[in-house]
């Protein structure tokens, strides 16, 4: 993640709606990845017809401009299928918690010149709806709702965005990390398998490394569920998760593709050595990554916490990491 600048030279971060030092409104853009000041009395950018997002008037939740002619949403909010009902309590401020970790997916993919579009304009789109089920609001109809990818819409469960409640799943299920970006990164790596993974010898390069994908998905995960407690962790994959499907594994080692970049720049924006803002050369990657994740690390333990990045990476996930790069840098 990049640091921005205001005009008046004070730096900017990227959840930021106001500059700290001279009190003007910003905006992000996802056309050219920066911050713009607004004009406060048109609420749209000095050197730009662009206006902020209806998001942001109307919710506080939201610092994108808005870049498709004709339209009150910017690109991020223009995904959205479904939103938490904001009547009820804690739903406006989990929806806030939602809307930021999308809004660092939709970052991540753009820099990697990923395509984003929702499904409102292509058929093969994206989108992503934020619901609850009765655990959390009997009120709703849905008995359970699990986090997930479907056709490309993405599902995720609202109580996620609640911090609370993640971490006591993360320790019912003995994750090593579970996060609200976390989610979003590995579930947008179900959508790209569909439009990267796309000729006979990259599905065959694919199975290869991850395995078959043509068993059955549900019966799979089923079985995972049903033996997970008695299931050892197989070292050479990125995550106890990633031995329930092929999909799961590819999955899980998209996310990890999409911690590693975005993390590698946010350390070169600090010039830090460890860091890096060129994506193309993947043994870089891979060698400033292990360092940085080490130091990450360390540094968290100073401070009395959990690891950062509490992963070892194999030879095999290494490997499954250059199959991702290559598909996103084709040569």
Known sequence: ???????????????????????????????????????????????SARTLCRNSADFDVCNWFVTDPGRNYCLSCQ??????????????????????AKRRLIYSLLTLRLPVKSKDIEPDGLAFEFI??????????EEHVNTGHANGLITINIIEADRVSREITRQYTGELYRTL???????????????????????????????????????????YYANKR??????????????????????????HYLHMVDTLETAAEYDMQQGSKLFDDIDQLLGKWSDLS??????????????A??????????????FVHGLIYPS
């Not at 205001?6 to 500059?19: A, Y």
């Not at 299928?81 to 929806?95: A, G, K, S």
């Not at 080490?294 to 009395?304: A, D, F, I, Y």
């Open 132 to 141: 609850e089920d009765k655990r959390t609001n009997p009120h709703v109809f």
């Open 181 to 223: 970006l976390g989610h979003f990164r590995h579930e947008s790596g179900h959508y790209y398998f569909n439009r990267l993974v796309n000729s006979p010898a990259l599905l065959d390069e694919f199975r290869t490394l991850f395995g078959d994908e043509r068993q059955d998905y549900a019966s799979s995960l089923q079985e």
């Open 1 to 47: 993640m990049k640091n921005f600048s205001c005009s008046c030279g004070q730096t900017l971060f990227f959840e930021n709606t106001r500059c700290l030092k001279c009190d003007k409104q910003v905006g992000f853009d996802p056309t050219d990845l920066r911050m713009y000041p607004l004009n406060p009395d048109t609420k749209s950018s000095p050197t």
């Open 230 to 255: 008695s299931k050892v962790r197989d070292p050479n994959l990125i995550s106890h998760y990633a031995q329930a499907h092929p999909f799961e594994d590819w999955a899980e080692v998209w996310s």
């Open 309 to 322: 990045y509490p992963f070892v990476l194999s030879d095999l996930t290494l490997k499954k990491l250059r």
């Open 79 to 100: 995904l959205n299928h479904t939103i938490p009902n904001l009547l009820v309590p804690d739903r406006r401020r989990w929806w806030k918690n939602l809307e930021q």
């Open 294 to 307: 080490m130091m990450l690390n360390s540094l968290n333990r100073s401070m009395g916490l959990e690891d």
